[in-house]
T-cell receptor, first 114, second 115 residues
Framework: NAGVMQNPRHLVRRRGQEARLRCSPMKGHSHVYWYRQLPEEGLKFMVY????????ESGMPKERFSAEFPKEGPSILRIQQVVRGDSAAYFC????????????FGPGTRLTVL | DQQVKQNSPSLSVQEGRISILNCDYTNSMFDYFLWYKKYPAEGPTFLISISSIKDKNEDGRFTVFLNKSAKHLSLHIVPSQPGDSAVYFC??????????????FGTGTRLKVLA
């Protein structure tokens, strides 16, 4: 029973490029959450998705950031025109339901913007 | 506005002794609380949770206490082991206006258990 998978584990981009982060939830999980952890800070909620739907994007910056969870394939967090302040660890979590059960986290993608 | 606070960024404890990690929250609508442990370069792993209808939950060496009136919870680890050295995050959850749940995390406490 594979856990939550994220790729790539490390991503380096230059300012102005696009970053695409992928998350495959655990088998049977249809709820996906994205979090960002800036250096020396806790995890900050970004967005909550179910298959083909964005349920809560209250933590997403209004510009340059988007997320999707298509019917087939992984969830994608896309950051356009990256800036140095986007450098962080991005974690994906999945849950079997939308209830407050524990969320299972992936290993994270560490994004470095040069 | 930090709704979940872990005021101790770090804690050192001798092996075999008790570790107590604290967490305070401000939103009285939170009704479910969790503790996660995180090692470097890994994702957080679930440790233990507690619903607001309880004031204590125990799982092996880990016990979480909830004091709703003080909006405070704590994680006790006894006896502490060197393998417990990690960053511990407290998280709180409550239903949003749309009926969904999301977690609000504290900033973490780095626990170091000394052999």
């Amino acid at each position: 029973n594979a856990g939550v998978m994220q790729n790539p584990r490390h991503l380096v981009r230059r300012r102005g490029q696009e970053a695409r982060l992928r998350c495959s939830p655990m088998k049977g999980h249809s709820h996906v959450y994205w979090y960002r952890q800036l250096p020396e800070e806790g995890l900050k909620f970004m967005v909550y998705l179910q298959k083909e739907n964005i349920i809560d994007e209250s933590g997403m910056p209004k510009e340059r950031f988007s997320a999707e969870f298509p019917k087939e394939g992984p969830s994608i967090l896309r950051i356009q025109q990256v800036v140095r302040g986007d450098s962080a660890a991005y974690f994906c979590a999945s849950s079997p339901t939308g209830q407050p059960n524990e969320q299972f986290f992936g290993p994270g993608t560490r994004l470095t913007v040069l | 506005d930090q709704q979940v606070k872990q005021n101790s960024p770090s804690l050192s404890v001798q092996e075999g002794r008790i570790s107590i990690l604290n967490c305070d929250y401000t939103n009285s609508m939170f009704d479910y609380f969790l503790w996660y442990k995180k090692y470097p370069a890994e994702g957080p792993t679930f440790l233990i949770s507690i619903s607001s209808i309880k004031d204590k939950n125990e799982d092996g060496r880990f016990t979480v206490f909830l004091n709703k009136s003080a909006k405070h919870l704590s994680l006790h680890i006894v006896p502490s082991q060197p393998g417990d050295s990690a960053v511990y995050f407290c998280a709180a959850s409550g239903s949003t206006t749309s009926g969904t749940y999301k977690y609000i995390f504290g900033t973490g406490t780095r626990l170091k258990v000394l052999a």
